[in-house]
Protein backbone atom coordinates (compact mmCIF):
# COMPACT_ATOMS: atom_id res chain seq x y z
CA UNK A 1 0.00 0.00 0.00
CA UNK A 2 2.94 2.25 0.82
CA UNK A 3 4.99 1.43 -2.12
CA UNK A 4 1.34 2.29 -4.20
CA UNK A 5 1.00 5.07 -2.51
CA UNK A 6 4.79 6.18 -3.31
CA UNK A 7 4.59 5.79 -6.52
CA UNK A 8 1.47 7.39 -7.49
CA UNK A 9 3.04 10.60 -5.35
CA UNK A 10 6.00 10.64 -7.77
CA UNK A 11 4.21 10.58 -10.43
CA UNK A 12 1.96 13.27 -9.49
CA UNK A 13 5.23 15.38 -8.86
CA UNK A 14 6.42 14.38 -12.16
CA UNK A 15 3.14 15.51 -13.25
CA UNK A 16 3.01 18.78 -11.66
CA UNK A 17 6.63 19.61 -12.70
CA UNK A 18 5.75 18.99 -16.38
CA UNK A 19 2.76 21.73 -16.14
CA UNK A 20 4.77 23.93 -14.77
CA UNK A 21 7.94 24.12 -16.91
CA UNK A 22 5.20 23.60 -19.83
CA UNK A 23 3.07 26.90 -18.12
CA UNK A 24 6.41 28.81 -18.35
CA UNK A 25 7.59 27.75 -21.84
CA UNK A 26 4.12 29.20 -23.08
CA UNK A 27 4.32 32.01 -21.20
CA UNK A 28 7.68 33.09 -22.50
CA UNK A 29 7.28 31.83 -26.44
CA UNK A 30 4.11 33.95 -26.47
CA UNK A 31 5.78 37.00 -24.46
CA UNK A 32 7.99 36.96 -27.54
CA UNK A 33 5.84 36.21 -30.25
CA UNK A 34 3.43 38.56 -29.43
CA UNK A 35 6.26 41.48 -28.92
CA UNK A 36 7.34 41.11 -32.19
CA UNK A 37 4.15 41.98 -34.40
CA UNK A 38 3.07 43.89 -31.35
CA UNK A 39 3.45 47.38 -33.45
CA UNK A 40 0.53 46.13 -36.51
CA UNK A 41 -2.35 47.56 -34.73
CA UNK A 42 -5.49 47.47 -36.13
CA UNK A 43 -7.64 49.83 -38.00
CA UNK A 44 -8.59 52.00 -35.00
CA UNK A 45 -5.23 52.21 -33.63
CA UNK A 46 -5.35 49.95 -30.56
CA UNK A 47 -5.50 45.86 -30.92
CA UNK A 48 -2.35 44.25 -32.12
CA UNK A 49 -2.27 41.64 -35.02
CA UNK A 50 -1.33 38.29 -32.94
CA UNK A 51 -0.55 35.51 -34.96
CA UNK A 52 1.52 34.26 -32.13
CA UNK A 53 -1.88 32.82 -30.57
CA UNK A 54 -0.76 29.72 -32.14
CA UNK A 55 1.42 28.87 -29.10
CA UNK A 56 -0.71 28.90 -26.22
CA UNK A 57 -3.16 26.74 -28.59
CA UNK A 58 -0.42 24.33 -29.04
CA UNK A 59 0.10 24.33 -25.46
CA UNK A 60 -3.94 23.89 -24.31
CA UNK A 61 -4.28 20.97 -26.74
CA UNK A 62 -0.99 19.24 -25.87
CA UNK A 63 -0.82 20.10 -22.12
CA UNK A 64 -4.24 20.61 -21.11
CA UNK A 65 -6.20 24.16 -20.29
CA UNK A 66 -4.52 25.27 -17.20
CA UNK A 67 -0.53 25.97 -18.55
CA UNK A 68 -2.43 27.54 -21.79
CA UNK A 69 -4.84 30.05 -20.18
CA UNK A 70 -1.76 30.91 -17.51
CA UNK A 71 0.47 30.81 -19.98
CA UNK A 72 -0.97 33.09 -22.22
CA UNK A 73 -2.94 35.65 -19.46
CA UNK A 74 1.25 35.96 -18.54
CA UNK A 75 2.73 35.90 -21.66
CA UNK A 76 0.75 38.77 -22.95
CA UNK A 77 1.00 40.75 -19.79
CA UNK A 78 4.87 40.89 -20.72
CA UNK A 79 4.94 41.62 -24.46
CA UNK A 80 2.83 44.36 -23.54
CA UNK A 81 3.91 45.78 -20.90
CA UNK A 82 7.74 45.66 -22.39
CA UNK A 83 6.18 47.20 -25.44
CA UNK A 84 5.32 50.52 -23.44
CA UNK A 85 7.67 50.64 -21.09
CA UNK A 86 5.83 49.94 -18.22
CA UNK A 87 3.24 47.34 -16.03
CA UNK A 88 0.33 48.15 -18.66
CA UNK A 89 -2.70 48.77 -16.90
CA UNK A 90 -4.53 47.83 -20.44
CA UNK A 91 -3.35 44.12 -20.82
CA UNK A 92 -4.86 43.85 -16.53
CA UNK A 93 -7.82 44.91 -17.59
CA UNK A 94 -8.20 43.35 -20.75
CA UNK A 95 -5.71 41.13 -22.58
CA UNK A 96 -4.95 39.29 -19.27
CA UNK A 97 -8.76 37.88 -18.65
CA UNK A 98 -9.45 37.50 -22.10
CA UNK A 99 -6.39 35.50 -22.87
CA UNK A 100 -6.97 32.92 -19.65
CA UNK A 101 -10.48 32.37 -20.62
CA UNK A 102 -9.69 32.26 -24.15
CA UNK A 103 -7.43 29.43 -23.99
CA UNK A 104 -8.32 28.09 -21.12
CA UNK A 105 -11.93 27.25 -22.89
CA UNK A 106 -10.08 25.79 -26.02
CA UNK A 107 -8.04 23.23 -23.59
CA UNK A 108 -11.25 22.20 -21.72
CA UNK A 109 -13.27 21.32 -24.95
CA UNK A 110 -10.35 19.30 -26.36
CA UNK A 111 -8.95 17.77 -22.81
CA UNK A 112 -11.23 14.76 -22.24
CA UNK A 113 -11.10 13.73 -26.09
CA UNK A 114 -8.97 14.99 -29.36
CA UNK A 115 -10.39 14.88 -32.86
CA UNK A 116 -10.26 17.59 -35.06
CA UNK A 117 -13.87 18.71 -34.85
CA UNK A 118 -13.45 19.51 -31.49
CA UNK A 119 -10.28 21.08 -32.65
CA UNK A 120 -12.24 23.40 -34.88
CA UNK A 121 -15.37 23.90 -32.35
CA UNK A 122 -12.85 24.98 -29.46
CA UNK A 123 -10.94 27.19 -31.84
CA UNK A 124 -13.90 29.05 -32.80
CA UNK A 125 -15.44 29.34 -29.24
CA UNK A 126 -11.86 30.10 -27.57
CA UNK A 127 -11.19 32.93 -29.88
CA UNK A 128 -15.18 34.18 -30.07
CA UNK A 129 -15.43 34.31 -26.12
CA UNK A 130 -11.60 35.61 -25.44
CA UNK A 131 -11.69 38.05 -27.85
CA UNK A 132 -15.25 39.19 -26.86
CA UNK A 133 -13.73 40.12 -22.94
CA UNK A 134 -10.56 41.60 -24.51
CA UNK A 135 -11.91 43.90 -27.02
CA UNK A 136 -14.72 44.99 -24.87
CA UNK A 137 -12.53 45.45 -21.35
CA UNK A 138 -10.10 47.22 -23.51
CA UNK A 139 -12.49 49.64 -25.04
CA UNK A 140 -15.43 50.32 -22.14
CA UNK A 141 -13.00 49.28 -18.92
CA UNK A 142 -9.77 50.71 -19.74
CA UNK A 143 -10.43 53.55 -22.55
CA UNK A 144 -13.19 54.51 -21.60
CA UNK A 145 -13.43 54.23 -18.04
CA UNK A 146 -9.95 54.00 -16.82
CA UNK A 147 -7.79 55.87 -19.16
CA UNK A 148 -10.72 58.76 -20.23
CA UNK A 149 -9.41 58.61 -23.74
CA UNK A 150 -13.03 58.44 -26.01
CA UNK A 151 -15.23 60.76 -23.89
CA UNK A 152 -16.91 62.12 -26.84
CA UNK A 153 -18.37 58.78 -28.58
CA UNK A 154 -21.58 57.34 -27.44
CA UNK A 155 -22.37 53.60 -25.94
CA UNK A 156 -23.52 52.44 -29.53
CA UNK A 157 -20.31 53.61 -30.86
CA UNK A 158 -18.38 51.94 -28.09
CA UNK A 159 -20.25 49.00 -28.62
CA UNK A 160 -19.24 49.30 -32.48
CA UNK A 161 -15.82 49.51 -32.12
CA UNK A 162 -15.06 46.65 -29.81
CA UNK A 163 -17.46 44.38 -32.47
CA UNK A 164 -14.82 45.48 -34.94
CA UNK A 165 -12.17 44.82 -32.92
CA UNK A 166 -13.46 41.44 -31.81
CA UNK A 167 -14.22 40.66 -35.10
CA UNK A 168 -10.26 42.25 -36.19
CA UNK A 169 -8.87 39.70 -33.77
CA UNK A 170 -10.83 36.80 -34.59
CA UNK A 171 -10.32 37.25 -38.55
CA UNK A 172 -6.81 37.71 -38.07
CA UNK A 173 -5.90 34.90 -35.75
CA UNK A 174 -8.40 32.13 -36.92
CA UNK A 175 -6.18 31.32 -39.84
CA UNK A 176 -3.21 30.75 -37.80
CA UNK A 177 -4.91 28.70 -35.19
CA UNK A 178 -6.26 26.04 -38.15
CA UNK A 179 -3.95 25.72 -40.62
CA UNK A 180 -0.54 26.04 -38.81
CA UNK A 181 -1.13 24.31 -35.66
CA UNK A 182 -2.06 20.78 -36.74
CA UNK A 183 1.85 21.42 -37.57
CA UNK A 184 2.98 22.39 -35.14
CA UNK A 185 1.46 18.86 -33.62
CA UNK A 186 3.03 17.09 -36.04
CA UNK A 187 6.41 18.32 -35.29
CA UNK A 188 6.09 18.10 -31.55
CA UNK A 189 4.67 14.60 -32.14
CA UNK A 190 7.93 14.09 -33.91
CA UNK A 191 10.69 15.41 -31.71
CA UNK A 192 8.89 14.50 -28.39
CA UNK A 193 6.87 11.94 -28.38
CA UNK A 194 6.61 11.40 -24.84
CA UNK A 195 5.04 14.57 -24.16
CA UNK A 196 2.10 14.06 -26.61
CA UNK A 197 -0.93 12.37 -25.29
CA UNK A 198 -1.68 8.98 -26.59
CA UNK A 199 -4.74 9.24 -28.04
CA UNK A 200 -3.85 13.13 -29.76
CA UNK A 201 -0.54 11.39 -30.69
CA UNK A 202 -2.45 8.54 -32.92
CA UNK A 203 -5.54 10.46 -34.28
CA UNK A 204 -3.13 13.68 -35.46
CA UNK A 205 -0.84 11.32 -37.20
CA UNK A 206 -2.55 8.29 -38.51
CA UNK A 207 -6.24 9.90 -39.65
CA UNK A 208 -7.01 12.48 -42.40
CA UNK A 209 -7.90 15.73 -41.14
CA UNK A 210 -11.43 17.10 -42.27
CA UNK A 211 -11.12 19.20 -45.31
CA UNK A 212 -15.14 19.95 -44.97
CA UNK A 213 -14.57 21.06 -41.33
CA UNK A 214 -11.69 22.76 -42.13
CA UNK A 215 -12.82 24.99 -44.87
CA UNK A 216 -16.34 25.70 -43.41
CA UNK A 217 -14.82 27.41 -40.43
CA UNK A 218 -13.01 29.80 -42.60
CA UNK A 219 -15.53 30.00 -45.38
CA UNK A 220 -18.66 30.75 -43.18
CA UNK A 221 -17.10 33.51 -40.70
CA UNK A 222 -15.61 35.00 -44.31
CA UNK A 223 -19.31 35.16 -45.50
CA UNK A 224 -20.27 36.80 -42.47
CA UNK A 225 -17.94 39.07 -42.26
CA UNK A 226 -18.71 40.11 -46.65
CA UNK A 227 -22.05 40.47 -45.47
CA UNK A 228 -21.29 42.63 -42.44
CA UNK A 229 -19.07 45.06 -44.70
CA UNK A 230 -22.15 45.55 -47.23
CA UNK A 231 -24.39 46.18 -44.58
CA UNK A 232 -21.95 48.99 -43.19
CA UNK A 233 -21.50 50.45 -46.57
CA UNK A 234 -25.49 50.33 -47.60
CA UNK A 235 -27.65 50.22 -44.84
CA UNK A 236 -28.14 52.78 -42.11
CA UNK A 237 -25.29 50.58 -39.94
CA UNK A 238 -22.53 52.95 -41.29
CA UNK A 239 -24.76 55.76 -39.89
CA UNK A 240 -25.16 54.38 -36.57
CA UNK A 241 -21.38 54.08 -35.87
CA UNK A 242 -21.13 57.94 -35.84
CA UNK A 243 -17.23 57.81 -37.11
CA UNK A 244 -15.76 59.65 -39.52
CA UNK A 245 -15.16 58.81 -42.77
CA UNK A 246 -11.77 57.48 -42.90
CA UNK A 247 -12.55 55.44 -39.58
CA UNK A 248 -15.78 54.08 -41.54
CA UNK A 249 -13.69 53.34 -44.77
CA UNK A 250 -10.97 51.20 -42.51
CA UNK A 251 -13.55 49.38 -41.01
CA UNK A 252 -15.72 48.45 -43.97
CA UNK A 253 -12.29 47.60 -45.71
CA UNK A 254 -11.46 45.39 -42.37
CA UNK A 255 -14.76 43.78 -43.36
CA UNK A 256 -14.13 43.29 -47.11
CA UNK A 257 -10.58 42.28 -46.93
CA UNK A 258 -11.04 39.66 -43.87
CA UNK A 259 -13.93 38.45 -45.54
CA UNK A 260 -12.54 37.77 -49.08
CA UNK A 261 -9.54 36.30 -47.35
CA UNK A 262 -11.03 33.62 -44.76
CA UNK A 263 -13.59 32.69 -47.89
CA UNK A 264 -10.13 32.24 -50.59
CA UNK A 265 -8.55 30.15 -47.59
CA UNK A 266 -11.81 28.15 -47.04
CA UNK A 267 -12.35 27.18 -50.61
CA UNK A 268 -8.53 26.45 -50.94
CA UNK A 269 -8.48 24.43 -48.15
CA UNK A 270 -11.15 22.40 -49.34
CA UNK A 271 -10.36 21.90 -53.30
CA UNK A 272 -6.50 21.10 -52.56
CA UNK A 273 -6.11 17.65 -52.13
CA UNK A 274 -2.47 17.78 -51.02
CA UNK A 275 -2.69 20.71 -48.55
CA UNK A 276 0.56 20.36 -46.50
CA UNK A 277 -0.62 19.31 -43.07
CA UNK A 278 -2.66 16.77 -45.25
CA UNK A 279 0.17 14.96 -46.52
CA UNK A 280 1.68 15.08 -43.20
CA UNK A 281 -0.96 14.13 -41.16
CA UNK A 282 -0.89 10.75 -42.88
CA UNK A 283 2.21 9.26 -42.00
CA UNK A 284 2.53 6.96 -39.10
CA UNK A 285 4.65 7.39 -36.28
CA UNK A 286 6.32 4.57 -37.23
CA UNK A 287 7.07 5.74 -40.29
CA UNK A 288 8.68 9.62 -38.67
CA UNK A 289 10.68 7.07 -36.18
CA UNK A 290 12.31 5.48 -39.37
Known sequence: ????????????????????????????????GAYLTGFIPSPWGFGQFRPAVIVPSLFAIIFGPM???????????????????????????????????G?????????K?????RFVVASNVGLTIGN????????????????????NLTFETLTFISIGLTIWFFVT??????????????????????????????????????????????LIPG???IIMGLAATYTQMGSLMSLNSDTLTAIQTLFYGSGVILSILGIITYTRRKFLWLSASQKSPETNDK
Open 173 to 218: ELPFILLVTPLLILATAAAAPSIMPLDLRTHSLREELPKTTFSLAM
Open 132 to 151: IIIAFLYVFAFKWLYAGALP
Open 67 to 101: PAAVGAAIGTLIADSVKHGYLYPGSLLAAVPGNFV
Open 103 to 111: FYLLGYIVK
Open 223 to 225: ILM
Open 1 to 32: MNVLSSKNNVKSNERTSLLTVATSMCAALYAI
Open 113 to 117: KFTWE
